[in-house]
């Protein structure tokens, strides 16, 4: 049985408890707030491994709670799965970029909402080959301990934008589509094309070198996004 801690913040009751039984079922420890102030508190209290958020709450919204988990060592790793009824593709773009991992929107199966929990979950628990390093350029990717560097500096990379850049680096030079990004790094081919956008732009700010935002990771146009570093001595030979 899976055994991870989900906490669920809803502040629509029926919704909460539809979504915590599906949960037990599955052997998920299940902890629900109504909202925000209770959730975050719960958060900081018990720590755990995956918060399904609802943006639209009572007290403190979605994306307040987002922004002081992510802000303190403590929670900055807890995985958050985003519910959202809004139609404002700004509104899901302000979750992630805050570190939100996913979204699901409203109305939902419970099924789908299963499989990207499973995803993210299984991504966060999964480990690299025992001590392989990729290195690329000044770009060095520890797979055992999920950790990169650029420089010898060490990248603050969130776990889905670590998982995003791995994958992009164990096909570097390949040209990887962003239905093949959401299959590998989310687990799922239900997502929105969006939330790879989005991640990739906050992962090609923490990799920018020299000011350069693509200095790594390319857009194909029409196509996807590749991993190459090319030395800039070539570049102005």
């Given at each position: ?36 102030d ?35 060592r ?19 773009i302000e ?16 099924s ?30 520890d ?16 776990p ?16 990887l589509?962003?239905d ?9 081919t ?21 000011g ?26």
């Amino acid at each position: 049985m899976p055994g991870e801690r989900i906490l669920i913040i809803e502040d629509e009751e029926a919704i909460a408890e539809l979504i915590a039984e599906s949960l037990k079922r599955q052997g998920y420890q299940v902890l629900i707030a109504y909202d925000g102030d209770q959730g975050l508190d719960l958060a900081f209290e018990t720590l755990p491994d995956l918060l399904i958020l609802d943006l639209m709450l009572p007290k403190l919204d979605g994306w307040e709670i987002c922004r002081r988990l992510k802000a303190e060592r403590n929670t900055r790793d807890i995985l958050i799965l985003m519910l959202t009824a809004r139609r404002d593709e700004r509104d899901v773009i302000e979750g992630l970029e805050l570190g939100a991992d996913d979204y699901v929107s409203k109305p939902f199966s419970l099924s789908e909402l299963s499989a990207r929990i499973k995803a993210l979950l299984r991504r966060s628990r999964r480990r690299g080959v025992l001590g392989a390093v990729l290195d690329i350029g000044p770009l060095k990717i520890d797979m055992e301990a999920q950790e990169a560097t650029l420089n010898g500096n060490a990248l603050d990379l969130s776990p889905t934008e670590y998982k995003l850049l791995e994958v992009l680096a164990r096909n570097e030079g390949r040209t990887l589509s962003r239905d093949e990004l959401l299959a590998k790094v989310w687990g799922t081919t239900l997502g929105d094309s969006r939330t790879v956008d989005v991640h990739i732009w906050r992962l090609r700010h923490k990799l920018a070198d020299d000011g350069d935002v693509e200095r790594f990771i390319q857009t194909v146009r029409g196509r996807g996004y590749r991993l190459r570093f090319e030395r800039k001595e070539r570049e102005n030979a």
